[in-house]
């Protein structure tokens, strides 16, 4: 005789429900990107890892083969929340790229002027950058125009305004198209006193914006081409005769990569540059 017994679980079915429930949630939760160094990009679960090593099986993968990759591969990896919103994670951790340079401006000496550029990655997407210049390097002519200058940007990857989504890789941190808003001050001196009787002193401020693109070569050397349009303003004083007669002149600068005059100036550039540090 067989006896069948019956009894209702009325909390049975909402407590599977949940269990399956957070079972998918874990797992969406734990869906992550991993971007390689060579732009492969894989959508994967991570299993294991430690200092040296991740273990993840690809997201749609049927057969759930685990792999394995050095973290030395690795550039960055992204994780997709439950809204399915990529957050960064690990931008510097994984990173072996070196994320600083010095770069020197070749059209600046045909200028007579040194551009020395320091440039810093803060991301995968943003840079900042800050050039110093020293005019007059033609110390043979006593009528050059000599000073200083500095100015500063935030260097942003074109590639990240242009695209609609996140998966936005370059094949380096540093390399790729950019716009750079940018602003400056210069404070030049030309003084032919000694020829002329007149000493003219300039104080500029510059605002403008460069479009450019940086290649990275053999992970050691940069080239950094860019151009761009810049507004003047400040104070150009000529003294004839010191105290005496006193007068104000239109702007015009050459401070070695911006040339203009009255309100409007150009920036170009040709650069070239050494790599180094690690994020």
């Known amino acids: 005789m067989v006896y069948v017994l019956k009894k209702d679980y009325p909390l049975l079915k909402p407590l599977l429900t949940c269990i399956l429930l957070l079972l998918g949630i874990s797992q969406t939760l734990g869906q992550e990107i991993i971007r390689l160094k060579n732009g492969q990009k894989l959508e994967v679960i991570i299993l294991d890892q430690n200092d040296e090593w991740i273990k993840y099986q690809e997201l749609n993968d049927p057969n759930k083969i685990a792999f394995t990759i050095d973290k030395n591969l690795i550039y960055q990896i992204a994780k997709l929340d439950k809204e399915e919103n990529l957050i960064i994670q690990g931008t510097g951790e994984y990173l072996t790229f070196k994320n600083r340079q010095i770069k020197l401006n070749g059209i600046a000496f045909f200028n007579d002027a040194l551009n020395v550029t320091y440039e810093k990655s803060l991301n995968p997407f943003y840079s900042w950058e800050s050039t110093f210049k020293i005019v007059g390097l033609n110390f043979s002519d006593t009528h050059v125009t000599r000073g200083a ?8 990857r074109l590639k990240r305004i242009l695209s609609e989504n996140d998966n936005y890789m370059s094949k380096h941190i540093l390399e790729g198209g950019y716009l750079i808003p940018k602003i400056g001050f210069s404070y030049l001196v030309n003084d ?4 002329s009787g007149i000493i003219t002193t300039s104080q500029i401020f510059n605002l403008g914006i460069d479009v450019g693109k940086q290649w990275i070569l053999l992970e050691k050397y940069s080239i950094d081409v860019f151009m761009g349009m810049h507004y003047l303003t400040g104070i150009v004083r000529t003294d004839s005769a010191p105290g005496t007669n006193i007068f104000f002149t239109p702007i015009r600068i ?16 040709i650069r070239f540059g050494i790599l180094f540090g690690t994020s």
């Open 149 to 156: 200058s500095v100015d500063f940007g935030y260097k942003i």
């Open 192 to 195: 032919t006193r000694g020829f």
């Open 254 to 269: 050459n401070n070695g990569d911006l040339i203009g005059q009255d309100q409007r100036a150009i920036s170009v550039g």
